[in-house]
């Protein structure tokens, strides 16, 4: 079965810093889908950013960006010049065979 | 475009009861796939549902069920409520093809007592 884990509960950085969210998964598959989500406490689940294994480019978006090392089963979401709105909980996951699998989650705090 | 939408938002149930959730995807989008969000085990998928038929399973008791609709509208229904199935459930559809981007509805949060 596939794991997503996130080896940090609770992350914090400065407003217009940066900060680095890690996550490693593990699967056999070599066909899937990697998605940072955010839910801040309004609880609505939205997507960040979205990376398909089969391209070695690493997906960006804005502030957003990761890093993937496929060898690895390594997926990192790096955010840029942080905002106070960037504060939530966030949620790694991985889709192969039609499952969405998600890791526990950070719950990141920005301090102004 | 709407986003997804789910109803009731919050609910309150007491042990044995059944419940029915509902959610409605954005429009054109045929998959609908449902999470139990909870402290303790974190996000579950429970199934997904594609074109009126159940594609996939997670690990839940019979105890969880769903249907989707010919309009690709789901409901999730949950008969003899415990106390541990005080969740918060979140809808989320794709247009169905593959492995696109799930979106989620804003979710319900379910308080058994």
């Known amino acids: 079965a596939q794991t997503v884990t996130q080896s940090q509960p609770e992350m914090s950085v400065q407003e217009a810093e940066t900060v680095t969210l890690s996550c490693t998964y593990d699967?056999?598959?070599?066909?899937?889908?990697l998605f940072w989500y955010k839910q801040p406490p309004s609880r609505q689940m939205i997507l960040v950013i979205r990376?398909?294994?089969?391209?070695?480019q690493n997906a960006t978006e804005n502030r957003f960006s990761v890093n993937f090392q496929k060898a690895a089963k390594s997926f990192s979401l790096k955010i840029s010049d942080s905002q106070l709105g960037d504060a939530a909980m966030y949620f790694c996951a991985y889709e192969g065979a039609q499952k969405l699998v998600f890791g526990q989650g950070t719950r990141l705090t920005i301090n102004p | 475009k709407a986003g997804v939408t789910q109803t009731p938002r919050y609910l309150i149930k007491t042990r044995g009861q059944q419940v029915t959730l509902s959610c409605s995807p954005i429009?054109?989008?045929?998959?609908v796939s449902w999470y139990q969000q909870t402290p303790g085990q974190g996000l579950q998928f429970l199934f997904e549902?594609?074109?009126?038929?159940?594609?996939n399973k997670g690990n839940f008791p019979g105890r969880f069920s769903g249907r989707q609709f010919s309009n690709s509208r789901s409901e999730m229904n949950v008969s003899t409520l415990e106390l541990g199935d005080s969740a918060l459930y979140l809808c989320?559809?794709?247009?169905?093809?593959?492995?696109?981007?799930?979106?989620f509805g804003p979710g319900t949060r379910l308080l058994v007592l």
């Open positions: 990376q398909e294994a089969y391209k070695q």
């Open positions: 429009s054109g989008h045929r998959s």
């Open positions: 699967t056999s598959e070599s066909d899937y889908y």
């Open positions: 989320a559809s794709r247009t169905g093809g593959g492995q696109e981007t799930q979106y």
């Open positions: 549902y594609f074109s009126e038929t159940q594609r």
